[in-house]
């Protein structure tokens, strides 16, 4: 019973997707239609990326080059500003995800060092938002720009397009924020020196993730990076494997069928395409609110050919709840365990989200 409960609430969206995945065979049983569901080639390169990124991580190198920026940084404004834009900017290579865990966990240690503990929650609320916002600026940032980018072949010009004014005006927001931050001096503080960084493994990684750029733009063929992404890690790091979240990968996998039987089911999918064309941005906003955007993405994906809005809807829709976005959970985690209130982070996040969410909503409506 206990393993139960800790599944539904560590794995809610898991849990979701194959309640809804089985749900959806009582009207489609399975059949030979059901592998051409699956959206192969996203699932290689989310678990391409997926594998790098957990090998960069346990090589230190993000928190080295975080902490060989912090040490020379001397006020909370100064701190603030640094680690939103490392996260903000971060976040377009490495992923929402990724950047949080890096850099929250550093933001605890180096606030609680210099005595600010008290800032905790209005820090991380932004660098939460900062690589929510950043992410959405590369095909790579977050796992619903990968797949959407792969499952409509989008053109890099027309990604681009779409994201820019939104990614350029939240960079602006994002920076306007932390600067509000107080600009007391910080004590000193200095972290033990790291080990020596494993060239040989830094330089492997960085070919992996060379070509998974590769890949997603097309200039790789997706088995290919694959089997090299495989056959690496096998041979250098096998235990990165252990840093990839297949509940993710099996989170896609489960929604792929649930939307592919939603498809055969001609009244919902009609209802379904009426609803969501015309009304890309707008859905996916809401959608993200209910079931996090990369779900969101996959299921409206499935009733609709403007895949620019929806990219839009989807990454607007990070913002808002505390479920909006997966990898802000991320950041609750740290903050409950750095012994901060969780109603008064809940709360601060909330509105600042609101704050970040209305002000793109604004100038959507402009664009338009």
Known sequence: MKTVVS??????????SLALAVISMFFVPPDRAYPGYIDFRTLALLFCLMVVMAGLNRLGLFRRLAGSLLSRLKTLRGLSLTLCLLCFF????VTNDVALITFVPFSVVALRFAGRMDSLVS????????????????????PQNLYLFSAYGMQAVEFFQAV?????????LTTAA????????????????????DRKRGAAYGILFAMALCTVFRLIPWGV?????LAVVLLLDRKCLYGVDYSLLLTFVFLFVFIGNLGRIPPVSSFLEQVVTGREVIAGILASQVFSNVPAAI????????????LV???????????????????????????ASSGRYLLVFTVVNLVFLGANLCLWLFIR
């Open 7 to 16: 599944l539904l609430k560590n794995e809610t969206v898991l849990v979701l």
């Open 90 to 93: 971060s976040a377009m290579a």
């Open 123 to 142: 820090l991380v609320t932004l660098e939460t938002v900062a690589a929510n916002l950043g992410s959405m600026l590369t095909p790579v940032g977050n």
């Open 164 to 172: 820019l004014p939104y990614g350029a005006f939240s960079l602006v």
């Open 178 to 197: 932390a600067l509000l931050m107080g600009g007391d001096r910080l004590e000193s503080r200095r972290e033990q020196d790291p080990e020596p960084l």
């Open 225 to 229: 990076t694959l089997a090299v992404t």
């Open 299 to 310: 299921l409206l994906s499935g009733f609709t050919d403007n895949a620019a809005d929806l």
């Open 313 to 339: 809807g989807v990454n607007l829709g990070g913002l808002g709840t505390l479920i909006a976005s997966m990898a802000s959970l991320i950041s609750y985690k740290f903050v409950v365990k750095g012994n």
